[in-house]
């Protein structure tokens, strides 16, 4: 029988790599895309014909015509923020209600959710994790404690399903003492006209519909939001996300079995990033890093956040590599580095008690990084076309990475635009 495969694209950093433009870039050469995990925390920013998008609940799949895009079951969905999103592509051309299926069971973000988000987020005081607020922990609380909405709630005796939940998350914050409610009520009224926007949509078993597809030997790219080390198993913890950011994600979050995943590709910054709080080892508080977070516009997608900028770390990148399986690298925002005279990458921790370690640790919030120097490249790459452009010292970082850590670079990204990336032919 012939079946199909399903390749899985996801972050090894901390978010933030530049998914959704490879995403937009691989979509030729498959027919589904399917997002399986996250909710609109996520920021995926494409750029191409002079247009820039920011999708947050949307595959990016969405801008090749005809390609099916499904949002998985394990997505939690904000119906006003989508409907806004869905909107606006709707008025630049993207037609989605045909293309655009949605799985019955994502966990649907209610505006209480978002008002928990904020006041347990505040209860932790200095310990605060660095949320968006925009109701994701909450809603994956909900799910894991049993008490979620779903999609397919909207389809029968909805009004009283949300108003049980709504009256359970109140009682909670009245147990808490919270008492900012500002905005609920318009809020409200947006979310409930969202939800009647979601009825217009293909509301699917998505577990079937992607089964049924693979029979048919169907081609399928999951797409990862967020990034490895925000992972809630395996990220660091507690600063992660709600969810399996890895590439075993992709299976519970879209009912696929093992068997079926392909190709990993595993993508990375050239440097690295972090947003909101938590540990950071390469972080760079110094001109240096102010420079890369300048040159690479270093700002969240949704939230507008400074990002936190830092040397690449191969030692938390082997990490992401083994818990993903990754079979393919790619590599963006090479080309911020282009005017470097030296580059330097953490290849092994030292930790508190003077020994070193090339192994990512329980906790790293005081590990120290050891670094190799490498020679930059001091070249403007952004017009580059091949693969043979490159400068030799660009070559050397190149073999450098893939050398460190054992996984071949495929891709390589040196620009925002579409047209700025190379495939390499290293196979």
């Known amino acids: 029988m012939n079946t199909g495969k399903v390749d899985v694209l996801l972050g090894l950093q901390w978010g933030d790599e530049g998914k959704g433009k490879v995403v937009d870039v691989l979509t030729p050469n498959y027919d589904v895309v399917a997002r399986f995990q996250g909710g609109p925390n996520a920021g995926?920013?494409?750029?191409?014909?002079?247009?820039?998008?920011v999708l947050r609940s949307i595959p990016s799949g969405i801008f090749q015509g005809g390609k099916v895009n499904i949002i998985g079951n394990g997505v939690v969905l904000a119906p006003d923020l989508f409907m806004g999103e869905a909107k606006d592509l709707e008025k630049s051309g993207h037609e989605l209600q045909s293309r655009l299926h949605i799985s019955s069971k994502a966990h649907l973000i209610m505006p209480t959710h978002r008002i928990l988000d904020r006041a347990l987020e505040a209860a932790k005081g200095k310990n605060k994790v660095g949320t968006t607020g925009k109701g994701i922990g909450p809603t994956y609380t909900d799910k894991v404690s049993r008490n979620g909405l779903r999609v397919g709630?909207?389809?029968?005796?909805?009004?009283?399903?949300?108003?049980a939940?709504?009256?359970?998350?109140?009682?909670?914050?009245?147990?808490?003492?919270?008492?900012?409610?500002?905005?609920?009520?318009?809020?409200?009224?947006?979310?409930m006209e969202?939800?009647?926007?979601?009825?217009?949509?293909?509301?699917?078993?998505?577990?079937?519909?992607?089964?049924?597809?693979?029979?048919?030997?169907?081609?399928?790219?999951?797409?990862?939001a967020q990034g490895t080390m925000l992972d809630v198993d395996f990220g660091s913890y507690p600063f992660v996300t709600s969810s399996n950011t890895i590439c075993a994600g992709a299976c519970t979050g879209l009912g696929?079995?093992?068997?079926?995943?392909?190709?990993?590709?595993?993508?990375?910054?050239?440097?690295?990033t972090r947003v909101g709080a938590g540990p950071f080892p390469t972080e760079l508080f110094d001109e240096t890093g102010k420079r890369i977070r300048d040159i690479g516009h270093e700002y969240g997608a949704v939230t507008g956040r400074e990002r936190r900028c830092g040397w690449i770390d191969l030692v938390q990148l082997r990490y992401s590599i083994m818990v993903n399986g990754v079979?393919?690298?790619?590599?963006?925002?090479?080309?911020v580095l282009d005017g470097f005279d030296t580059i330097k990458a953490c290849v092994a921790y030292e930790l508190k008690d003077g020994t070193t370690t090339p192994d990512f640790p329980y906790e790293i919030d005081d590990v120290k990084p050891i670094y190799k120097e490498l020679k930059g490249w001091n070249t403007d790459m952004t017009k580059f076309t091949s693969e043979a452009e490159f400068p030799q010292a660009f070559k050397d970082y190149i073999s450098f990475l893939e050398a460190e850590l054992q996984t071949p670079i495929k891709i390589i990204s040196i620009g925002p635009d579409r047209s700025q990336t190379i495939v390499r032919n290293n196979k």
């Open 44 to 53: 995926h920013t494409l750029e191409f014909e002079g247009q820039k998008y």
């Open 153 to 163: 709630d909207i389809l029968d005796n909805f009004d009283t399903k949300y108003a």
């Open 165 to 191: 939940h709504k009256e359970r998350h109140m009682q909670m914050l009245a147990s808490m003492g919270w008492t900012d409610f500002e905005g609920l009520e318009e809020t409200e009224k947006t979310w």
């Open 194 to 224: 969202g939800i009647e926007y979601l009825r217009s949509f293909h509301i699917v078993d998505s577990e079937h519909e992607i089964n049924r597809l693979l029979t048919e030997g169907k081609t399928i790219l999951c797409e990862g």
């Open 256 to 272: 696929i079995g093992p068997n079926k995943v392909g190709n990993v590709y595993g993508i990375m910054k050239a440097y690295c």
């Open 327 to 335: 079979t393919e690298l790619i590599m963006m925002k090479s080309d």
